[in-house]
């Protein structure tokens, strides 16, 4: 015989649909986000994981001045590699972007075509997807470059730019204004000459052991190529940020998404905790009757656990399915809003099956059993009584006599249900979590994007280099030619350049933090553009260094080499204002001796207007308003719809919660309702007594909440800062953020009270009458 | 003996609020025998079915059924006992609200290895046209019985009844009291019957009087009145 009591899980589904349903549709909805996101974070990173065999994506490249003869090209291979011919000619278009065009590639670094063909005529073009889904373009759209006409045929996904990263030493990719693309050879040939770069990438004939085989078989290579020919960039892959950086990102934020829905789990498992104690307190006699008639305490605790762990498993099992087809393509557009990544083949994630389905139903069962196990432990004789308090003597707390009856009673109602508002400011302080975040997170880019405008230390930026071909170890005579010939060339007779020295140096030692690097500036005396005059032992930090780190005056802080051992320690003498970067200023003498860099070196220019008279293979990276403001632009092109659905999913939270839990308060309290309403209390009059203080709890709450939400987020975001990415973003939440945080929870509560009030409503009078046994 | 009480003590509270409620019970009764337990309020009556029912425990004493001691038995051992020999009826009838009276009663017929006949005892209640019917559907005696029926599906070695008519008018009480005394001769079951009802006990093979905690008189009653007809 099936046991009976089975029958009431389908009766008390039917009975209870609306808490039912909302805690259905939460858990359904964070299981099927973040089961989506696993699967396709995996499936992506296993897709690009195997685009490298599957791409032939190059071991390293480098770029010369001049194409490289047979000869050459010989002498370079006899150290192991083959060399492939990776030409491009940066082009700008007219829609103010700058494309990186390569001639069609057919053995190294191949190219996935994600929709419509590969360019066959020489008017077409392929150009990069995310590039084309920045700047709204489409198959059969036509771009414009220098007066010519250009047809994209097809969207691709470049095997070496997963990422776009203009230059390898750039802090940010920005993949609005800079893209990638491929045309046919002919078209290639007949873009300007001016513009043609002489890319050769590499592949090992036997690839490295391991890491550090790696880098010492390439240190080999560089010397070995530049003493075949001068060299201007020389990027093996593990350096190479437009293809690793992808690997290394993705995955990071696997951590948080757990994290989000096991928060989720365990608030509604405590929301359960209380509907379960509620029901165990109303059905205590009945429970106390089928004990006595001999049901064990594990057969009604497995009664009393079965629909919340069936709910969870039943949301588990509905949110994997939309996981792997809905949500999972919403996660992985995601990525695809931030890399190029070649067309994904989705993989059963048996990760992502463990912790959305196994971890919630256990923590599910784990909360709902230890709550059953500690009432069921109550001699049966208590539950025959009604007589569940777990504290002996239990009385009533006093409550001053000359206090108005509507404040007493609402102080009543709320000792009645203080574990219920508990729960309830837990549930309001996490919605408001990711509320705030969704809601500040695009106004702090924004404003920290402005900040930056206003900020600058100077409109440009240079920093400069010797190509890699002027330092030549076998040649020294040579070598240094080259190096005054280059010294020669970076000068200028621009009137509002003033030189500084750069430097970079590697976070070193700081715990819970990734690795950075920290660009020093070594600054003239009475400089133009940093208005401090340092000394020779000053050591000033910028006050986005001094944010992120938390670095006052009179700190030592660590650096290290980025390519040695040697460690450096400074004392922090002072904070320059300066939020454009993490970075340092020193006197130029002095930073110029601690480095040994020479007493005149010098290796940049600050300048507020374009400086055109140096040689462009002497500059490495130009720093302005574009380049400083890539970091804000590109989180929003990442996170950007991203934010919204965290806001729709706090508000979702939001209503549940106040939803269940003030369902509960007035299921609680049907009996009294019912009562007064006897007594002669109108709708509005019971509204006042049982619904009021809700109200009152829930708009405080969603209002006072928000000052600890925002050194909470402030926290949060300083640890993924710091652990994630370098640089550094100051997050600045405005009162009007605040004040729509405060209306949107307002309104979702008004949408649930409305509904609450109409229960309140339809509360019958005999209800008094029933069941007083 | 198939059932015995030695020396029931029990006390509610500590020092000044203490509270001794059984004094040193004893008593004695065979298979199939019907006892009343008479007695005002706080005489102890239903701490005293409540220990013989295996709820409550006493501070000292002894309770053996069938030679099998409770005081020797564990909780689970405890819920065993129940299961197997006990039934139980209250004052209130602690139906479960959202099942069917017929389902109500197949909760106690889930308990027992060879319960006895749904359908029959449904008829022998007089529940049959009610049977798809859930408790706030009934009157007061309908769901009295209805959990006389969750009670005694199971075939019980012992029906515990505590007030069993407590909170029934005069009518629906006598056809509840004619139930228990079928349930006493048709199926052999030991009652033990807590009532403050003096009349009730004209009904029983042996009557114990109870007064503050202790055993005032044991009368055996040799001249039993059918439930029918008593009157009070």
Redesign the interface.
């Known amino acids: 015989?099936?046991?009976?009591?089975l029958?009431?899980f389908a009766?008390?589904l039917r009975?209870d649909f609306g808490k039912y349903a909302t805690i259905f549709i939460l858990l359904t909805l964070s299981i099927s986000f973040v089961s989506g996101f696993l699967v396709a974070d995996n499936s992506m990173i296993m897709t690009y994981n195997e685009s490298f065999e599957k791409y032939n994506v190059e071991d390293g490249h480098f770029r010369v001045r001049n194409a490289l003869n047979k000869g050459q090209i010989r002498r370079i291979e006899k150290q192991g590699i083959t060399l492939f011919e990776n030409y491009y000619k940066d082009t700008p278009f007219d829609n103010s972007t700058t494309i990186r065009i390569f001639a069609e590639r057919t053995d190294v670094n191949l190219v996935c075509l994600m929709n419509g063909s590969f360019p066959e005529k020489t008017d077409e073009i392929a150009i990069d997807r995310m590039f084309a889904d920045n700047n709204g373009i489409r198959t059969g759209d036509t771009l414009v470059s220098m007066g010519k006409t250009w047809h994209v045929s097809g969207l691709v996904a470049l095997s070496d730019y997963s990422t776009m990263f203009e230059n390898n030493n750039d802090m940010m990719f920005d993949s609005v204004r800079f893209g990638t693309a491929i045309v046919t050879a002919e078209a290639f040939d007949l873009l300007p000459e001016a513009s043609l770069r002489y890319c050769y990438a590499w592949k090992y004939h036997q690839p490295p052991a391991d890491a550090d085989a790696e880098h010492d078989l390439s240190e080999e290579l560089m010397g070995h190529i530049n003493s075949v020919s001068p060299m201007e960039e020389y990027v093996p892959r593990y350096m190479n940020h437009a293809i690793m950086f992808t690997g290394d990102d993705m995955g990071s934020d696997k951590v948080m998404m757990e994290f989000l829905l096991y928060i989720i789990i365990v608030i509604v498992a405590f929301v359960f905790r209380i509907t379960i104690r509620d029901t165990v307190v109303k059905?205590a006699?009945?429970i106390?009757?089928?004990?006595?008639?001999?049901?064990?305490?594990s057969e009604l605790i497995r009664h009393y656990m079965a629909m919340p762990v069936a709910v969870t498993l039943f949301s588990a099992a509905v949110g994997n399915v939309l996981g792997y087809t809905w949500m999972k393509k919403i996660c992985a557009d995601l990525y695809y809003d931030s890399y190029s990544l070649p067309t994904y083949v989705t993989r059963y994630n048996p990760e992502a099956f463990v912790k959305t389905t196994l971890v919630p139903v256990m923590i599910m069962a784990a909360v709902t059993y230890f709550s059953l196990q500690t009432v069921m432990r109550l001699?049966?004789?208590r539950f025959?009584r009604n007589d569940l308090s777990s504290r002996k003597n239990r009385k009533a707390v006093r409550l001053p006599h000359g206090m108005p009856f509507v404040q007493r009673f609402h102080l009543r109602i709320l000792l009645q249900n203080k574990g219920n508002y508990l729960i309830l400011a837990l549930g309001i302080f996490f919605a408001n979590v990711l509320l705030m975040f969704g809601m500040a997170l695009p106004q702090s880019l924004t404003d920290y994007e402005n900040s930056i405008k206003d900020n600058m230390l100077c409109r440009y930026q240079y920093l400069l280099q010797l190509p890699a071909s002027a330092a030549d170890d076998t040649h020294r005579l040579e070598s240094m030619m080259n190096m005054m010939m280059y010294a020669q060339k970076m000068e200028t007779d621009n009137p509002d350049a003033e030189k500084f020295t750069a430097y970079a140096l590697k976070t070193y030692d700081v715990p819970n933090c990734r690795e950075e690097e920290i660009m020093f500036y070594g600054i003239i005396d009475s400089s133009r553009y940093i208005h401090q005059e340092l000394q020779a032992d000053d050591f000033f930090v910028s006050s986005a260094m001094a944010d992120k780190y938390m670095i006052r005056e009179g700190d030592t802080f660590s650096f290290k080499e980025s390519y040695g051992d040697k460690t450096y320690t400074f004392t922090v003498t002072g904070i320059y204002p300066y939020e454009g970067a993490v970075a340092v200023f020193m006197d130029q003498q002095a930073m110029n001796r601690i480095f040994d860099l020479g007493e005149n070196t010098f290796s940049g220019y600050f300048s507020n207007s374009e400086i055109t008279d140096i040689d462009e293979a002497c500059i490495s990276t130009v720093i302005d308003e574009e380049s400083l403001t890539k970091v804000s632009r590109q989180l929003m092109v990442s996170f950007g719809g991203m934010m919204y659905m965290v806001d729709g999913f706090s508000v979702i939270i939001f209503i549940v919660l106040i939803y269940i839990l003030s369902k509960i308060i007035i299921e609680r309290n049907t009996q009294s309702i019912s009562m007064i309403k006897i007594l002669g209390c109108s709708d509005r009059e019971v509204r006042t007594l049982y619904m009021h203080l809700t109200s009152i709890v829930t708009v405080f709450l969603m209002a006072a909440t928000i000052p600890a939400v925002y050194y909470v987020l402030l926290w949060i975001i300083r640890i993924m800062l710091r652990t994630m990415m370098s640089g550094w973003m100051p997050l600045d939440i405005s009162f009007k953020t605040m004040a729509g945080m405060a209306a949107l929870g307002w309104i979702s509560y008004g949408a649930v009270a409305l509904s609450e009030s109409r229960k309140i409503r339809k509360i019958p009078m005999e209800e008094a009458l029933?069941?007083v046994? | 003996m198939f059932l015995e009480l030695r020396d029931i003590k029990k006390a509610y509270g500590e020092k000044e609020n203490r509270t001794d409620v059984l004094k040193g019970i004893s008593l004695q009764a065979e298979k199939g025998e019907f006892l009343v337990l008479l007695g005002s309020s706080g005489s102890g009556k239903s701490t005293l079915l409540?220990i013989i029912?295996g709820?409550?425990r006493p501070d000292s004493g002894e309770v053996m059924i069938q030679n099998e001691k409770l005081s020797q038995m564990n909780?689970?051992q405890l819920?065993?006992y129940?299961?197997?020999h006990?039934?139980?009826i209250?004052?209130?009838?602690?139906?479960?609200?959202?099942?069917t009276v017929r389902?109500?009663i197949?909760?106690?017929?889930?308990?027992s290895s060879d319960p006895l006949d749904t359908d029959t005892l449904l008829d022998v209640l007089g529940l049959t046209e009610h049977q798809d019917k859930i408790p706030?559907q009934l009157s007061g005696g309908q769901q009295q019985r209805t959990?006389i029926g969750?009670?005694i599906i199971?075939n019980p070695d012992i029906l515990l009844c505590d007030e069993p008519t407590g909170?029934l008018d005069y009518r629906t009480s006598k056809e509840i009291l004619k139930l228990i005394e079928t349930v006493n001769q048709k199926y052999g079951s030991t009652v033990i019957m807590v009532t403050h009802n003096d009349a009730i006990r004209l009904m029983a093979d042996k009557i114990i009087r109870l007064r503050d905690g202790m055993i005032r008189d044991i009368t055996m009653n040799d001249q039993k009145v059918p439930a029918e007809k008593l009157e009070w």
């Open positions: 015989m099936r046991n009976p009591l029958k009431r009766r008390e009975s059905e006699s009945v106390g009757s089928l004990r006595a008639a001999g049901y064990t305490k001699p049966v004789i025959l029933k069941n046994e | 409540n029912g709820i409550d909780e689970k819920t065993r129940r299961r197997k006990l039934g139980y209250f004052q209130l009838y602690n139906l479960i609200p959202n099942l389902e109500n197949e909760v106690g017929a889930w308990l706030s959990a969750r009670a199971k909170a």
